[in-house]
T-cell receptor, first 113, second 108 residues
Framework: DAGVIQSPRHEVTEMGQEVTLRCKPI?????LFWYRQTMMRGLELLIY????????DSGMPEDRFSAKMPNASFSTLKIQPSEPRDSAVYFC???????????FGSGTRLTVV | GIQVEQSPPDLILQEGANSTLRCNFS?????LQWFHQNPWGQLINLFY???GTKQNGRLSATTVATERYSLLYISSSQTTDSGVYFC??????????FGEGTQLTVNP
């Protein structure tokens, strides 16, 4: 298996632009998670899906952030408009079911200038 | 929410040494995972360990859920063990709360 695949690996954008991050979970995994990592706040959960349904989005910072999972093999995290404070590494992870460990993707390093 | 405290925050070892990393958490948990973030930023799942002890090569982990702590033991450390080790208890649903991590440096 190719693991959890995220794209792009790096993204540099100007403040105010829309940013879309993509994630392909491991085939057969039914839970998908979006995390953000910063020096100040560490690793924090933004949202997670179970069987393509958003279960907990309480970590989404504000209305500028949105996430979708249109099918079992694809999810997006969108920031519109982006701000410099959104600069971070965004990780996607998936797991088989409750009771199994997470597998993380390689992350997307986002820089908003 | 749950509080997660990892110790020590930083650890420097000579290759071949052994070490124990500790994770204390403030609430009952459904399970707990340990991760290694290598110097390139990749997060690798080491253990899924709600209770008891598990071993994987030179690494082992023990979770005592009733006392709200978990330990990660690294034996015969190698330079490739360098990186940050995170403990992440799971509370409601599948939510993981990550500690601040232990930064491990293994010198040759």
């Amino acid at each position: 298996d190719a693991g959890v695949i995220q794209s792009p690996r790096h993204e540099v954008t100007e403040m105010g632009q829309e940013v879309t991050l993509r994630c392909k979970p491991i085939s057969g995994h039914n839970s998908l998670f979006w995390y953000r990592q910063t020096m100040m706040r560490g690793l924090e959960l933004l949202i997670y899906f179970n069987n393509n349904v958003p279960i907990d989005d309480s970590g989404m910072p504000e209305d500028r952030f949105s996430a979708k999972m249109p099918n079992a093999s694809f999810s997006t995290l969108k920031i519109q408009p982006s701000e410099p404070r959104d600069s971070a590494v965004y990780f996607c992870a998936s797991s088989l079911a409750h009771g199994y460990g997470y597998t993380f993707g390689s992350g997307t390093r986002l820089t908003v200038v | 929410g749950i509080q997660v405290e990892q110790s020590p925050p930083d650890l420097i070892l000579q290759e071949g040494a052994n070490s124990t990393l500790r994770c204390n958490f403030s609430d009952s948990v459904n399970n707990l995972q340990w991760f290694h973030q290598n110097p390139w930023g990749q997060l690798i799942n080491l253990f899924y360990i709600p209770s008891g002890t598990k071993q994987n090569g030179r690494l082992s982990a023990t979770t005592v859920a009733t006392e709200r702590y978990s330990l990660l033991y690294i034996s015969s450390s190698q330079t490739t063990d360098s990186g940050v080790y995170f403990c992440a208890p799971e509370t409601s649903g599948s939510r993981l709360t990550f500690g601040e991590g232990t930064q491990l440096t293994v010198n040759p």
